[in-house]
Structure formats: structure tokens, C-alpha cells
């Protein structure tokens, strides 16, 4: 995926993003709810333009990988946020005709890979870095990850390529909210301490406050800095963030919502600041 063609796009908020989330959410009546407000923050920052992108021209050489491809609602609201996704498609998120699915296509506007098959993102994302490398281009490649597709044996192949290559181009973001689709991630496979192994796989490890704005503002500008490595940001969050009666639930991870809910989890989010 492209970055802006602008260095700096404000209406990206997260709050902005948690509000078309439940909007579109409800209009389809579709689930992934709780992962997509669990990255509100980040995709927030990382499009708003908050984090320095290098620019050729009016065109940025950096590229987004969004590998929990299920968030790809958020990813929606950024992209119609920054005018590169008119109110009409995105409209047609879930619907019969409409380009918008659960997980990001290439033919959308913005998005140059699809993802949503758990454990391919970072290996999709290795790709470019690398690529990038051997053609001599400017730019980062940042890749959003869940902390269940830790789980796959896919990522921690990816995780030692990018070691061994030294894609210091590469920035991993793993969003750490503890839960996947059919329970705690401690519970399904418990991979903690995170900083210690991923630092025995010779990476540079930061931690951040995933809804923290302006500890994630720090922690990308600090990482867009090569180190000879490639960097990983543990994003410690929480799946629903944004809406109580949601947060830290694992039925919102497939959960659609009633009129009730909507109306509740509206109305907090608007009181939000």
C-alpha cells in the first residue's frame, strides 16, 4: 500500500476510525469488530502522516502491509479519511457488487497487497523490503501483525530471514491484545516473554502503549532510523479499545452488533476526546 501523497492528513483520528468502523460494522452487520478497534490508534498514526515518510516527489516511498488482514475495516476508514476511498464504496463495504471485503483486495485504490491468510503478512512484507534493497530505493516497508499469527510457523521463517538479510528497511508492528478468534493467545499458545525471543532472532525490539498516540509517534520516528536490523514494535492493546462493554471480549472478534449496541458503543465513542 502507498502512503499519502500528502505529509500530513489530521482528520485521520482514531476516533474518526472507531466511528466509521461501528458505522460500517452495522450497516453490514458483519463481525471483526473488536480487531479492527484494537488497531484503531496505530492505522491512525501511521496515516495521518504523523510518521515521517520518505517522499519522491508528491509520491512516498514507504509501503503498509496490513498482515491481520481482518482489521482491513479500519484500514477502510483511514484511506476514505485521507479522500482516497469516496463515501459510495465504502458504503459498499461487505455488500453484493461492492469491492470492499472483510480483508483488503489489491484492486483497491491503496492497497498493493492482499492479505488476510494469518501468517503471510510478514513474509509478503519481507518481500518488498528486500526488493526495495536490490533496487535501490528509498523508503520503509511497515508491517501491522497480530500477536496470534505468532502462532504460525510462517512468520518466525520470515522473522529469521529478515534477521539473516539485515532488512533494516523493515519496521514489524505487532498489535498485542492477548486474544484471538477462539480464545487467550496465552491460552492457545503462549509465546511470552516477546521482547527476549524476538531478540534471540536478532531484532531490535521497542515496546509502546498501542493506543498511546504519541508514545507510537515516538517509537516509528526512533525505528524509521536504520540500525543495521530490522525493528519490531510490541504494541501492547486491547481488542474492542473504545467501547467498554466490548473490550477484552472474545465473542466481538466474529460478534455482529444489535441496535442496541450500536447505539451504546456510539455514544461512548463520541464522548471520547
Sequence with gaps: MAFPHSPLFPQVTPKAVRRIVLEQAMRAHVGHI?????????????????????????VSKDRFVLGKGH??????????????MTAEVLDGYCGNGGTLG???????DGVEFSSGSLGQGLSVACGAALA????????????LISDAEL???????????????????????VDVNG??????????????????????????????????????VASLGIMAKASGRPQVLLARTMSGKGVGFMEGQIKWH????????FTAAMAEVERAA
Design 34 to 58: 473488536g480487531s479492527a478497534l484494537s488497531v484503531a490508534d496505530i492505522l491512525a498514526v501511521i496515516f495521518s502522516g504523523r510518521v515521517d515518510s520518505v517522499m519522491d516527489g508528491s
Design 71 to 84: 482489521a482491513a475495516l479500519a484500514l477502510y476508514a483511514a484511506l476514505h479519511l485521507q479522500g482516497r
Design 102 to 108: 472483510v480483508h483488503p483486495e489489491r484492486e483497491l
Design 132 to 143: 526495495k534493497r536490490l533496487k535501490g530505493e528509498p523508503g520503509r516497508v511497515r508491517v
Design 151 to 173: 502462532n504460525e510457523g510462517s512468520t518466525w521463517e520470515a522473522i529469521m530471514f529478515a534477521a539473516h538479510r539485515k532488512l533494516d528497511n523493515l519496521d514489524v508492528i
Design 179 to 216: 486474544q484471538q478468534a477462539l480464545g487467550m493467545t496465552k491460552d492457545v499458545m503462549d509465546l511470552t516473554p516477546l521482547v527476549p525471543r524476538w531478540q534471540s532472532f536478532g531484532w531490535e525490539v521497542r515496546q509502546a502503549d498501542g493506543h498511546d498516540t504519541e508514545a507510537l
Design 254 to 261: 466474529y460478534w455482529p452488533l444489535s441496535d442496541s449496541d
